[in-house]
């Protein structure tokens, strides 16, 4: 009697047999018939379980995870989600109270980043960890620089470093010092290092948060040929039109849970938002009504050098105004200049009708002017002071008798504040530095709140944070705007602009190249149109 094997031969090659003279390669069809079905891949990086938890919250709540060769994996999620825990347990940075992870098909022990380098993790933050003084091959080698009988070996580390360029497609030349390459640059040095570490996983944290679209275009192109010789690749970002664009599966995170995986084609805009908010957003960029009053804000003829040329726009009683370009166009060079952080060659400002002599930040803070700066961190807070400090610098006079400030006020007021805007703290003395991205924006924006400014200008407002504190700080512009503030948004994401606000300036190399009156009819090309100039 024949067994099921002989029989499925058996009909497997009547089968091949058949089609012989339909398929033009009986030889390929026939073997095919008798090859084996192709095994899954197996993945690459295995995460199971993984829990960490502090003393007021708990981080990671048992998350899992896969990564497979060639393949881009988005994980996404609100700030506080969990995503940065994850990725700090599988770069050794941190020790998980539970939980496995295997790299290749065998378990791992990551106590230590040594340890994770060496399994063929390379991590890629926000912030390089690059020394502007050396030259790119330096940093690449650096601490594993070629050497002979103890003499470094410059030729073969800067023909190393130049085969790591050329894999990546790019031609930097390696002698360059870090300090003299743009930030795209700089980012292809990270990646390049991580290769020189034989990196077969490679995490990349909000790569594009400083390029332009053109340099994020090329990053992307970078990624492609990462994926074809077979890196696998965790991508970390908030922009939802990158995420479409360059990642073949979709993680979410909520609350330090795992909330879904799926292909990233089999998702929608929508889903994705409502799986990591937790709810239902009707509208990517809430909608309201103008009431647009006469002129607020008058600026003619502003001008520093190249930065900033013969600037003139007028900004208006409930009017959102958006102000676009390249990096470079001048953008924040001419918010600056109104805040009085730089000094003006040429050009007036006038706000409700009177000129104003802003020769530093202070006169622009009496003035009524408000700049949420667009590093929030190094310009906006204090990291190691605690929130309501920070909270507090720029209104100490409101609490203040005799240069004693009343602490029972000032903590009134921050408490009011912190509700307004939906600041999610622990306590008022937590360090500033320890919030999430978006809740850090609400503590800028509250303490020009409470000064009650006529003009808030918002420098890259939503930079490196997640959709559901986006819709949070759009929902917060709209007020301001509601109550018959003057708002000037700088912002380098198109779709941002053309859903927010109701009139925008297009810069290019320092100068106004174009306005856009009508916003709802506008697309993204025009607005790239103008920004190229």
Same mark, same amino acid.
């Given at each position: *009697?024949?067994?099921?094997? !002989? /029989?499925? /031969?058996?009909?497997?090659?009547?089968?091949?047999?058949?089609?012989?003279?339909?398929?033009?390669?009986?030889?390929?069809?026939?073997?095919?018939?008798?090859?084996?079905m192709t095994a899954p891949a197996q993945p690459l990086l295995e995460m199971h379980g993984v829990e960490k938890s502090y003393p007021a919250v708990r981080a990671l709540r048992g998350v899992s995870l896969d990564l497979f060769p060639g393949e881009v994996l988005a994980v996404m999620g609100e700030n506080g989600a969990g995503k940065s825990t994850l990725i700090k347990v599988l770069a050794g940075a941190i020790v998980p109270d539970a939980g496995r992870v295997c790299i290749g098909g065998q378990d791992v022990a990551l106590g230590d980043p040594v340890t994770a380098r060496n399994a063929g993790v390379a991590v890629i933050? !926000?912030?390089?960890?690059?020394?502007?003084?050396?030259?790119?091959? %330096?940093?690449i080698f650096l601490g594993r620089e070629p050497s002979r009988v103890g003499w470094l070996n410059k030729g073969d580390e800067h023909r190393r470093a130049a085969g790591l360029f050329r894999r990546l497609g790019v031609d930097i030349d390696p002698a360059t010092p870090c300090r003299d390459l743009t930030i795209a640059q700089q980012q292809v040095?990270?990646?390049?290092? @991580?290769?020189?570490?034989?990196?077969?996983?490679?995490?990349? %944290?909000?790569?594009?948060?400083?390029?332009?679209?053109?340099?994020?275009?090329?990053?992307?192109?970078?990624?492609?040929?990462?994926? !074809?010789?077979?890196?696998?690749?965790?991508?970390?970002?908030?922009?939802?039109?990158? /995420?479409?664009?360059?990642? $073949?599966?979709v993680m979410v995170l909520r609350d330090g849970g795992h909330v879904a995986t799926k292909p990233t084609r089999d998702v929608s805009r929508p889903e994705l938002i409502e799986? *990591?908010?937790?709810?239902k957003l009707d509208q990517e960029f809430p909608k309201r009504t103008p009431n647009v009053g006469p002129p607020r804000?008058?600026?003619?003829?502003?001008?520093?050098?190249?930065?900033?040329?013969?600037?003139?726009?007028?900004?208006?009683?409930?009017?959102?105004?958006?102000?676009?370009?390249?990096?470079? @166009?001048?953008?924040?060079?001419?918010?600056?200049?109104?805040?009085?952080?730089?000094?003006? %060659?040429?050009g007036?400002?006038?706000? %409700?009708?009177?000129?104003?002599?802003?020769?530093?930040?202070?006169? @622009?803070?009496? @003035?009524?002017?408000?700049?949420?700066?667009?590093? =929030?961190?190094?310009?906006?807070?204090?990291l190691a002071h605690s929130i309501r400090d920070n909270f507090a610098l720029p209104n100490l006079g409101l609490w203040s008798t005799f240069g004693f400030v009343n602490r029972r006020r000032e903590h009134e007021a921050f408490r009011k504040a912190a509700e307004a805007v939906r600041i999610n703290v622990t306590r008022a003395t937590q360090p500033a530095g320890t919030l999430s991205g978006g809740n !850090?924006?609400?503590?800028?924006?509250?303490?020009?709140?409470? =000064? $009650?400014?006529?003009?808030?200008?918002?420098?890259?407002?939503?930079?490196?944070?997640?959709?559901?504190?986006?819709?949070?700080?759009?929902?917060?512009?709209?007020?301001?705007a509601g109550r018959g503030k003057a708002v000037l948004m700088i912002s380098s994401e198109l779709p941002e602009i053309l859903g927010l606000c109701d009139r925008v300036l297009v810069m290019h190399e320092g100068r106004v190249t174009g306005e856009i009156t009508d916003v709802a009819m506008a697309t993204q090309e025009q607005l790239l149109e103008l920004a190229v100039g």
């Open positions: *009697m024949a067994t099921a094997t !002989q /029989i499925r /031969i058996l009909l497997q090659f009547s089968f091949s047999c058949f089609f012989v003279p339909f398929c033009g390669n009986w030889c390929c069809c026939f073997l095919g018939f008798f090859s084996p933050y !926000q912030e390089f960890s690059l020394v502007p003084a050396l030259s790119a091959a %330096d940093n040095v990270e990646i390049a290092k @991580a290769l020189a570490l034989d990196a077969r996983i490679l995490v990349m %944290d909000e790569p594009t948060a400083a390029l332009t679209r053109t340099e994020a275009d090329h990053l992307f192109t970078v990624i492609r040929e990462l994926q !074809q010789q077979g890196i696998g690749i965790i991508y970390i970002g908030h922009r939802l039109d990158e /995420i479409f664009a360059i990642a $073949d599966r799986m *990591m908010v937790g709810r804000l008058i600026v003619r003829g502003l001008s520093r050098g190249d930065a900033v040329r013969d600037v003139s726009f007028e900004v208006r009683r409930g009017e959102v105004l958006g102000l676009t370009g390249l990096i470079g @166009a001048g953008r924040t060079e001419t918010a600056r200049l109104i805040f009085g952080a730089d000094r003006r %060659d040429a007036t400002i006038e706000l %409700d009708g009177k000129p104003l002599s802003i020769s530093a930040p202070r006169d @622009a803070i009496r @003035a009524g002017i408000a700049l949420l700066t667009e590093d =929030r961190k190094g310009q906006g807070l204090i !850090q924006q609400k503590v800028v924006l509250a303490k020009w709140l409470q =000064r $009650d400014c006529e003009v808030v200008i918002f420098d890259e407002p939503t930079r490196g944070i997640d959709v559901g504190a986006k819709y949070e700080i759009y929902q917060l512009i709209n007020d301001l």
